[in-house]
């Protein structure tokens, strides 16, 4: 395989990569199952999601990423190793380059963690591009334009809103509420109204099916099972649209101030230009139920949820990759 580069979303919900002529090749939960035992890697990917909340004591699956970063660098590698090898698949006469997409305000040494475990899982070389830039390249936007673009990226361990003109970040933020924040807010709002105990995955599932980000005139219901907090025992109940916009409005109050915020600290000829053109939104969480619409009402300027949202990043460092010499400005670091 010729593959010289590869272009990685290393989100905390999902790992995504992208490949130069054919795409997204890999769409993945980033998830490792491990054996306590002897500390070997039992799954990765799909395959480990599926063992969330349902392994024995010798078995442990988690997200070694959080908040957008690395909580695990050892899993991490072993999970960037995996996605690669993966990716590229058979024998590889040489090492790729590999970009990889993380989140603006993540520390200089988180992001040194980044680009050693890239290394170590099998790069030749690791740059690293900021996700608001690699969402606004992947959704099309003209970022070299001496115009601003505003984008939000809502993935599942963070969200990032930011300002961007001629190839940069004009005024960003990072706040660490996205998906997974959701859930937990939901699983919580369940078992404080119904008695009522459910898992991560059962969340994620009535967030999807039902959720939305502003109340609903007709309501759409979901049967739901979970453990009864008073008895022990496995019940079945029904849960509302309603119930999941109760449950997730502080987060939905923290991702709609952090957006006042930015747009407070832009340049008044880039707050122009964001009036007229609008806020982009990409990422898997920008798919809930009329968030667009609350971020429109809440700050008067039109919002536009990006075709393929969820692939916007992904693609974003696959077209850098490929545009190296047109993008330099825009990338941060390199080893």
Same mark, same amino acid.
């Given at each position: ?22 795409g ?28 969330? +909340? ?9 997200k070694?990423? %959080? ?19 993966k990716?590229l ?24 963690a ?23 390249? +992947? ?27 001629? +190839? ?5 933020t ?16 369940? %078992? ?7 898992g ?11 959720? *939305? ?12 099972? +979970? ?37 407070y ?16 939104? *990409? ?17 008067g ?13 992904? %693609? ?8 190296l010499e047109?993008?330099?400005? *825009? ?5």
């Amino acid at each position: 395989m010729f593959i010289k580069h590869i272009g990685i979303d290393l989100g905390t919900a999902f790992t995504l990569v992208h490949l130069p002529k054919r795409g997204i090749v890999i769409n993945e939960p980033s998830v490792v199952a491990v054996s306590t035992i002897d500390k070997k890697v039992l799954a990765v990917g799909v395959e480990a999601k599926e063992m969330l +909340g349902r392994t024995p004591d010798t078995i442990v699956a988690y997200k070694p990423l %959080k908040d957008g970063v690395i909580a695990d660098y050892r899993t991490t590698e072993i999970m960037l190793r995996y996605f690669i090898n993966k990716a590229l698949g058979g024998i590889r006469l040489f090492r790729p380059k590999v970009m990889v997409a993380v989140p603006a305000g993540i520390s200089s040494t988180e992001k040194r963690a980044v680009i050693d475990a890239t290394i170590a899982a099998g790069a030749k070389a690791a740059y690293i591009i900021k996700e608001p830039i690699a969402a606004a390249i +992947g959704a099309s936007i003209p970022i070299g334009s001496a115009s601003g673009h505003m984008i939000i990226d809502i993935g599942g361990g963070t969200s990032e809103m930011a300002v961007i003109s001629l +190839g940069g970040i004009v005024t960003s933020t990072s706040i660490r509420i996205g998906g997974n924040k959701f859930d937990a807010a939901i699983a919580k709002h369940i %078992k404080k109204k119904y008695n009522l105990a459910i898992g991560e995955r059962t969340a994620e599932e009535i967030k999807i099916e039902i959720g *939305s980000a502003l109340y609903l005139e007709d309501k759409l219901t979901m049967e739901i099972k +979970g453990r009864d907090m008073v008895s022990g025992l496995p019940r079945s109940i029904i849960v509302t649209s309603d119930d999941v916009t109760d449950a997730i409005q502080n987060e939905l109050e923290g991702i709609v101030e952090t957006t006042k915020a930015v747009l407070y600290n832009t340049p008044p000829e880039l707050a122009a230009d964001i009036i007229d053109k609008g806020i982009v939104m *990409s990422g898997g969480s920008s798919l809930l139920r009329n968030i667009d619409k609350l971020i429109s009402r809440t700050t008067g300027v039109p919002v536009y949820v990006a075709d393929e949202s969820i692939l916007c990043v992904a %693609k974003g460092t696959g077209i850098t990759l490929d545009n190296l010499e047109a993008y330099k400005r *825009s990338i941060l670091t390199t080893k």
